[in-house]
């Protein structure tokens, strides 16, 4: 997971300034090709002097890229030879394959130093990806409110809003007046790098009661409350809630921050809406990718784990293929009598599969989305029916009258393709969209396991339905 | 697209605080049935008050939610109950189809009054999908200011950051000092319903020199220029810029908002994050359908809509299949000798076109993430390569295996099954990363046309290496 880094190095907080925005204008369009090959001569010979020169010149955005785009052994050259001078912002921008590959180059009191200067919510984005020994280790040196920070971020479930809340915030208690807050703004030591809103809680509870913008801070009379300016109509996201329903929240209702609690309605964390652009990107690559049976981190990954993961995949597709051959293999008698059957049955099957897909694809989808609720299922349903209906007859006469020209001799042979046709394409549309919502009903994932099942109703259905048809009318 | 609304309504006025928060505790854990079945019947016995009455008590984000679950017949009926008392905020907020399909349900006028009450990004949102002539119609009877901001944003090319850019942004000059720039803000009538960063242009010019963030401006010392005190480190996005290009800035480097210039490099417009996350949420989902050919919008088409757009990409497939079977065709007398061969090619075609579809998936997502550039495509095809190969080999053995334990009396079919799997898997592992390579540097979207000529490859494929093999082995 890439994110922006808010980092407390030193060297930020002298410049003054957005340094989210430090970017090299000419470096913006792309590490370009030339630079690339530089580094990997530089890398290639040893050079380096060469190397560190160029790469003293890249902002984290940069250098965090150019690690990306090297290959594994480059990469892990690159950064020994960077060693703990490297910029610690540059880890969390890293794809997370990358992080790992780099981190294995680094020892433990480079690691220490490195996660010692970020932001708690990117110390736990790097340490929840280390095994848990070595995790244990980093922590035991971490300086002691990090480590508090992250400890208790960890202890949140995985890919919850727990995990991903940034800790540093500004909230202050609403019975201040603006005046008050304004002063605190003015002289506090404490501030994050930047901020963008005020969040306010109740002063004994704890509890948030509301929030209030810089803009509208900045133009409220002075002696108001901010229990009376302030926008009270919030809704506090519980530390526990799933990353991708936090997503949703925030898309659903234009948010731009989210106050976190804890179970007592304490305000711990907050979660800004930049957070939120890399899940929505992240889980809708994790969707398609699974829906392929691929890993959307393959690009970074080396040969032999793309090997792993991608083979898991296919032992099952094996195995649903060799159910479908054994479909095709009961027939076995009758295709050695009537050939022209072995021709005609894959198109059945294959037309069933990218009907199917079709289906599944936006099921798949909608369910993420949460578009397919409760409400509009049955309507959904009852819709793909139809459409397969439809496109059922309409490729059931296209086949069958193909059929008909290429053997006009055998007009049974064209009843019988249009018919399965028909059968097969509602049968995938309906497959299409009830295995993954049954899939969702069970808890399972449905962009993992959906695609096999689908071809496994598919490629069987179609076989069956085809060459049992012609068994039954023309034997 | 739905995206936050950034309402101008004499209501949203009156109302202090964050407008985008108004969010009701009750309802933001999702509509639930019940209250949609109350809706429902409502809508069936034609009880317009207590309709109102329900629809009155919701907020824009619910309100487009509801409609947006609702089937076309009742969401017509609901449309044309409120009539033009529909909170113009709504549209916006509104599905892409649900949205043609609510202004399908109103008169010109009504769409004026609502068009009027918006900001122009969001009017320029809603304008873009009507037909050209509506569109003039429309917009003809604009307030001028208004008129003029969406022609211009019109004239951009769809999808391009002049389209979705905000004209609601607070600038000034870099000369000025930090004072000035505060007097600016509390006593200017002008500015947006929020905003986090002041804009800054050079007097002379207008082109953008910096930006400050509010936090920074409330802190900074007073008599200071704004030039002294901005962040000078910007890169202005040309108005021409395609949205895809945009969000992948907006990540890659952290942006929290960019601002947009003509082509004289003049500051014209803003665009700010909420905004990219839906861009970002959009072009992932159109990716994830194109490869499945589907369409993201399906769960609120009708479904001829959704046949019509389905049987398209359902043809383009029937005519590969057919091509794939003419192959088969081509060895139909060796199948009648020996039906087995019927039996087990399905299998062969079929794990290549799996294959081909995980590398498809990889490399159709890393083009858009822009993962996949000049520096590592041969490194990646490289490893596509290694990969096919390695499960090539693994799927050989096993599906070798396997045939001679079922027919150890044909061992030459075992030999046959894996030699074609291995040469298949390898050739389907290449043709889904050649193939979107290809499309991509012609310019063609990889996501749409690459799984058709892919499965041409690996059915295609598939069936000529087995059946070929098997004539050259055993006949």
Known sequence: MKKKSKKRTPLAKKKFGNS?????QQTYLGLGPKFVNSIVIGLNEDDDIHVKKIVAGLDEYDLARLIEILDISHRRKLV??????????????????????????????????????????DAVEVLENMDDEEQDQIIQHLNPELKYQVQSSLNYPEDSAGRIMSREFVSMPDSWTVKEARQFLLTSDELPDE???????????????????????????PDLKLNVVMNGEIVPVDVHTDQEEVAHMFREYGWMSAMVVDTKGRLIGVINIDDVVEIVHEEASEDMMAIAGA??????????????????????????????????????????????????????????????????????????????????TLRMIGKEFMVGLCN?????????????????????????IALAMLCNLVVASLAGILIPLTLNKCKV????????????????????????LAKLLLF
């Open 295 to 376: 890993e959307s981190n393959d690009v970074y990954r080396s040969v032999f784990d793309i090997f792993k993961s991608r083979s898991v995949w296919l032992v099952t597709n094996l195995f649903v293929t060799m159910i479908a051959a054994s479909v095709v293999g009961g027939f076995q008698d009758m295709i050695a009598q009537l050939s022209v059957l072995a021709v005609l049955m894959p198109i059945v099957a294959s037309m069933g599969g990218t009907t199917g897909q079709q289906t599944l694809a936006v099921v798949v989808r909608s369910l993420a989305t949460k578009e397919l609720t409760s409400s509009n």
């Open 195 to 221: 901020f963008y809103t005020v969040f306010l809680v109740d002063e004994k509870t704890l509890r948030p009661t509301g929030e209030i913008t810089l803009d509208k801070l900045l133009r409220a009379k």
């Open 20 to 24: 989210k925005k430090h970017i090299n």
């Open 392 to 416: 059922g007859t309409l490729f059931a006469f296209l086949i069958g009258l193909a059929v008909y020209f290429w053997r006009p001799e055998q007009v049974m042979l064209s009843y019988i």
């Open 445 to 468: 994932d449905p962009a993992i396991s959906s695609g096999v099942l689908l071809f496994a109703c598919t490629d069987t259905g179609g076989y069956f339905i085809f060459l049992g």
């Open 80 to 121: 020994s030879i960077i060693g703990d001078k490297i910029d610690p912002a540059v880890i969390p921008e890293l794809n997370e394959v990358v992080q790992e590959q780099v981190l294995d180059s680094l020892d433990e009191n480079q690691i220490v130093k490195i996660v010692n200067e970020l932001d708690s919510d």
